[in-house]
């Protein structure tokens, strides 16, 4: 499984960004895709989550200001961040839970990280 983040830089407070991670799952079943982020010195946190069922799942610090999505045909996922705030700057990841098999088994694969710089 390997996925293959985009975006991410600088944006001033108030602005967006969106972020892109594509996913090559082979034959492994995606169950769900999202994003997370790790500020510096502190441990990393979920972001957002998209199903495969297509059921979300924000944290309440960006609830209202993102949105996840995913285009099923490209299997990416995308973080769209509207009123940004200097408290949103961190690395983001986007992150894979699948399965192979036996359903009931959950591996986890991440992106590689992109900075997201909020100035004030």
């Known amino acids: 499984v390997q996925l293959q983040a985009s975006g991410g830089g600088t944006a001033q407070t108030g602005g967006s960004m969106r972020l892109s991670c594509s996913v090559s799952?082979?034959?492994?079943?995606?169950?769900?895709m999202g994003w997370y982020r790790q500020p510096s010195g502190n441990p990393r946190e979920m972001v957002a989550q998209?199903?495969?069922?297509?059921?979300?799942n924000y944290a309440a610090a960006v609830k209202g200001r993102f949105t996840i999505a995913r285009d099923n045909a490209k299997d990416t996922v995308f973080l769209q961040m509207d009123s940004l705030k200097p408290e949103d700057t961190a690395v983001y990841y986007c992150?894979?839970?699948?399965?192979?098999?036996?359903?009931?088994?959950?591996?986890?694969?991440w992106g590689q990280g992109s900075q997201v710089t909020v100035s004030s």
């Open positions: 992150n894979a839970d699948v399965s192979k098999i036996d359903p009931t088994n959950h591996y986890h694969y």
């Open positions: 799952a082979g034959t492994f079943t995606i169950n769900a």
């Open positions: 998209l199903t495969a069922d297509g059921s979300s």
